[in-house]
C-alpha cells in the first residue's frame, strides 16, 4: 500500500488528523471547509473586495458581492426544494453557473451539472434519471425540455442573465443558518453520458473540500494567484480543481464560455495569470499558438489532468515556459478530481512520464485480479481510498466499491519504490491480441517520437485471428504522408511485433468528447470498414 500523506513534507500534511465517517476511518485536513458554502463565506469575510470572478463579457464581481448574489438566490431556491433535494443546472461557464452552485450548497441541496453539450434526449434521460426538484437552465433549451420534462424551471435569459436568475428571489438571507453537514451530499456527476453504462457519481462536502484542500496545499496556490476556466465548467476539472480552489484560496478566476487557444494565452498574457490547469488536448492547441506568445513572465505554474499527457508535450513546454512549473495530476470524478498529483517540477524529474504520488489522505494499491497487491514495478489494478473518494453511486450497486471503501478505478498502472504511479492505460482501453497485452499508451508514446508525426491514438479493432490487434490514427506535419513517416517500419524496432500497429489512418486533428478528452469510440469507428486503411 502507498500512503499519501508519508510521501508530502510536513507543511503540505500539517494539521492532518482521522476521523471515523460510517465506519471507515480517514485522514482530513483539520483546516478544510465544512461546506463550498462555508469556503466562499471565509474567503469573502477574509477579502471581500478581491476580485472573485470576470466573466466571459467582462464584467467583475468581488467575493462580497458573490456572496451577496449566493445568498439571494438561496433564498429563491429554498420556497421550492428542501435540503437533500435535487437541483440541476444547465447552464455554461458563467457568474450564474456559479452562484447557482454555491446557492444550492447553501441549502444542503445537491447539485446536479448537466453538459450544455448535451443533445435533447441526453439532457431528458439525465434529468430523468437524477428525478431534481427543480432545473435551472438557459431559456434556449425551453422547447426542448418542455415537452417531455415536467420538473419545475428557472429559465435563464441571454440578455439578462443575472436579474432573470435573480428576479422574485426577495433579499438575500441574512440570518446564521445554513446547512453545515460535511457527509451530505453535495453533487451528482454523471460520468460518461446516458448510455446504461453511465454512473451517477455521489460526492460529499466531506469528498469535494478534502479535495480542495489537498489540491491547494500540493500546488502552493495562494490568493495571490490567478487562474482561468476556458473549458466546460461542469466536469470535476472545472467544479472541484478551478473554480472550489480558487474561491477557497481567493484568486480570480477568468470565465470563457467558448473555448480558444488565442484567447487563453492573450488573457494569461494581459491580466497576468499565474496558473493554468487544463487536458493535454488544450495544451496541444496552446502550443500552437507558442510563436504569437514567446513569453508569458506570470504564468509559475501548470497542471494537466483528465488523461494522459505525452512525455513530449511536457518537454515541448518545458523548451516554451522554461520558468513554469509543470504538474502532472491523474484524477476521476469518483476521486473529486484529485489521486495524484506531481510533486515538483515533471519537465525536469527523473520520475517524468509518471502522474505523481497519491495525495495527503489517500491510500492507493496496485493489485492482480485476485485483489493481491503486485509487487512494485508490476502492473496492476489501481485501487484507491480516502477522504475525497466517493462511497456510492446513485442507486447503483458495484463491486467497484468496497464495504471497507476502496474504489476501483478501472485503471492499470505500475508503482516504482519511492511511490510514484505510472498509469499505463485505462483497463477498457487495453488491447487483447492473441492473449498478449498491449498498453495503447505505450504504443501512442512511441508513435509520436517518430519525426513528422504530431500526435496518435490507438485503439483495439477486431480480428478473427488474434480476436483484436491494434489501429492507429495519426496526426501528421504539414507536407507529411505515411509513407514519408513509414510508423510500421520506425516502430519495428522499437517495440515487439505484436505491438505495432495493423492499420493506419490520418486526420488532422484527433476527435474530441465534450469534456476535450480524445474520443476512441470514434476513433474504433472510423476502423469500422473492411478497409480499416493502410
Known amino acids: 500500500m502507498i500512503v499519501g500523506s508519508q510521501l508530502w513534507p510536513a507543511d503540505v500534511t500539517a494539521g492532518m488528523t482521522s476521523i471515523c465517517v460510517r465506519g471507515r476511518t480517514f485522514s482530513v485536513f483539520e483546516d478544510a471547509p465544512a461546506t463550498l458554502y462555508t469556503s466562499l463565506r ?41 435540503p437533500g433535494s435535487r437541483i440541476a443546472v444547465l447552464l455554461e461557464t458563467s457568474v450564474e453557473f456559479v452562484t447557482c452552485l454555491y446557492a444550492i450548497n447553501r441549502l444542503g441541496c ?61 433579499p438575500a438571507i441574512q440570518h446564521s443558518h445554513w446547512a453545515t453537514d460535511s457527509d451530505a451530499d453535495a453533487m451528482l456527476i454523471y460520468t460518461s453520458g446516458t448510455t446504461a453504462a453511465s454512473k451517477g ?72 495569470i499565474t496558473f493554468v490547469h487544463a487536458s493535454p488536448t488544450v495544451y496541444s492547441l496552446l502550443l500552437e499558438c507558442e510563436p504569437k506568445y514567446p ?10 489532468g483528465a488523461a494522459h499527457m505525452p512525455v513530449s508535450r511536457i518537454d515541448a513546454l518545458h523548451r516554451w515556459l522554461p520558468q513554469v512549473e509543470f504538474r ?62 466517493l462511497t456510492r453511486y446513485d442507486r447503483l450497486d458495484t463491486p467497484t466499491i468496497t464495504a471497507d471503501g476502496w474504489f476501483y478505478t478501472g485503471d492499470i498502472g505500475c508503482a516504482d519504490d519511492v511511490g510514484y504511479v505510472f498509469i499505463v492505460d485505462r ?54 504522408t505515411l509513407e514519408s513517416v513509414a510508423p510500421r517500419e520506425a516502430l519495428g524496432c522499437r517495440i515487439a511485433k505484436y505491438q505495432v500497429p495493423e492499420y493506419y489512418l490520418v486526420a488532422g486533428s484527433l476527435p474530441l468528447t465534450g469534456n476535450l478528452k480524445v474520443d476512441k469510440s470514434s476513433i474504433r469507428g472510423m476502423f469500422a470498414s473492411p478497409r480499416r486503411g493502410s
Open 110 to 170: 445537491v447539485c446536479v451539472p448537466i453538459p450544455i453539450k448535451h443533445r435533447g434526449e441526453e439532457i431528458i434521460a439525465v434529468v430523468s434519471r437524477a428525478a431534481p426538484a427543480l432545473l435551472i437552465a438557459e431559456e434556449r433549451f425551453a422547447a426542448i425540455t418542455e415537452l417531455e420534462i415536467t420538473v419545475p424551471a428557472i429559465w435563464v435569459r441571454d440578455e439578462a442573465r443575472r436579474e432573470s436568475l435573480l428576479r422574485g428571489a426577495g
Open 427 to 480: 483497463t477498457k482501453d487495453m488491447i487483447n491480441r492473441g492473449g498478449e497485452k498491449v498498453w495503447c499508451i505505450d504504443v501512442e508514446e512511441h508513435l509520436r517520437s517518430i519525426p513528422g508525426v504530431l500526435d496518435a491514438a490507438v485503439v483495439g479493432v477486431p480480428d478473427e485471428k488474434y480476436g483484436e490487434v491494434p489501429a492507429a490514427l495519426l496526426v501528421l506535419e504539414e507536407g507529411r
Open 295 to 304: 513569453d508569458l513572465p506570470s504564468l509559475r505554474r501548470l497542471a494537466c
Open 42 to 82: 471565509a474567503t469573502a469575510a477574509r477579502q471581500p473586495t478581491s476580485v472573485a470572478l470576470v466573466d466571459d463579457d467582462g464584467s467583475v464581481l468581488t467575493f462580497a458581492q458573490l456572496l451577496k448574489d449566493v445568498d439571494q438566490l438561496a433564498a429563491r431556491l429554498g420556497a421550492r426544494a428542501n
Open 328 to 389: 502532472t495530476v491523474y484524477g476521476l470524478t469518483e476521486s473529486s478530481s484529485p489521486a495524484l498529483v506531481f510533486p515538483t517540477d515533471a519537465g525536469s524529474s527523473p520520475h517524468r512520464g509518471s502522474s505523481g504520488v497519491p495525495i495527503p489522505g489517500l491510500e492507493l494499491e496496485i493489485r492482480a485480479g485476485d485483489g493481491t497487491e503486485v509487487p512494485v514495478g508490476r502492473n496492476g489494478e489501481v485501487w484507491l481510498r480516502g477522504a475525497n473518494i
Open 201 to 272: 457519481a455521489l460526492l460529499t462536502n466531506r469528498n469535494v473540500c478534502h479535495a480542495i484542500t489537498a489540491y491547494q496545499r500540493t500546488l502552493g496556490l495562494d490568493a495571490a494567484d490567478s487562474t482561468i476556466i476556458p473549458v466546460p465548467i461542469y466536469y470535476v476539472t472545472g467544479l472541484i480543481a478551478l473554480l472550489g480552489l480558487f474561491v477557497h484560496i481567493g484568486g480570480r478566476i477568468h470565465l470563457q464560455r467558448r473555448f480558444s487557444a488565442d484567447r487563453v494565452l492573450a488573457t494569461v498574457r494581459d491580466e497576468g
